[in-house]
Nanobody, 122 residues
């Protein structure tokens, strides 16, 4: 079984910064891509940023130039550095692991974390 545990959310003023972390634990052989999604009240969940095992990144247009995603494969951890935060960034942020192969060579398409709240407000 694989678990994703997020941390780093909280309340921050507009223009501030936060760093989210997501650690994957369990019987993991490899993870293809890891990413962050967010869901604001009344809206659908949307991709914020993703990073592949090869280091390729993808960002939502709304966060380009402000957010940076990175990963530490030795720790099975993905990070999201969020700078110049805006009130519209307020949402629950979810970590995703895509294409997980367990030590038993079982392929699981997706795992999700439980979510962490990010609130940008003065």
């Amino acid at each position: 079984q694989v678990q994703l545990v997020e941390s780093g959310g909280g309340l921050v003023q507009p223009g501030g910064s936060l760093r989210l972390s997501c650690a994957a634990s369990g019987s993991i052989f490899s993870i293809n891509a890891m990413g962050w999604y967010r869901q604001a009240p009344g809206k659908e969940r949307e991709l914020v940023a993703a990073i592949t095992s090869g280091g390729s990144t993808n960002y939502a247009d709304s966060v380009k130039g402000r957010f940076t995603i990175s990963r530490d494969d030795a720790k099975n951890t993905v990070y999201l550095q969020m700078n110049s935060l805006k009130p519209e960034d307020t949402a629950v942020y979810y970590c995703n692991a895509d294409g997980v192969v367990t030590m038993g060579r079982l392929y699981v398409p997706n795992y999700w974390g439980q979510g962490t709240q990010v609130t940008v407000s003065s």
